[in-house]
Nanobody, 127 residues
């Protein structure tokens, strides 16, 4: 069993930055691919970014490409999402998730494939 806890959310003005963290306990994250998803009120959960267990490959939604960066530190059992140039449309609850079989982009964007989820952290971007 893997427990995931997100942190780092908050209120920021448009154009600002936040760094989300996802800390794992229970098992090492080093064998898991990791993803970030978000869900805004009244909308479906959508893929944001993902990283393979080796860290060699990263994947991004078009809407965040060039602004967000996913990274991981297996020694700290933590995954990060650096979010720059934030826009009001980035406002959502952000969730991290772990998938032991994440290899490709199609794996990354499919939220049913993920094995474990955190409880989410709110990000609000004001205009």
């Amino acid at each position: 069993q893997v427990q995931l806890v997100e942190s780092g959310g908050g209120l920021v003005q448009a154009g600002g930055s936040l760094r989300l963290s996802c800390a794992a306990s229970g098992r090492t994250l080093s064998a898991y691919g990791m993803g970030w998803f978000r869900q805004a009120p009244g909308k479906e959960r959508e893929f944001v970014a993902a990283i393979t267990w080796t860290g060699d490959s990263t994947y991004y939604a078009d809407s965040v490409k060039g602004r967000f960066t996913i990274s991981r530190t297996n020694a700290k059992n933590t995954v990060y999402l650096q979010m720059n140039s934030l826009k009001p449309e980035d406002t959502a609850v952000y969730y991290c998730a772990a998938d032991k079989l994440l290899r490709t982009y199609s794996d990354a964007v499919s939220h049913p494939k993920y094995d474990y989820w955190g409880q989410g952290t709110q990000v609000t971007v004001s205009s």
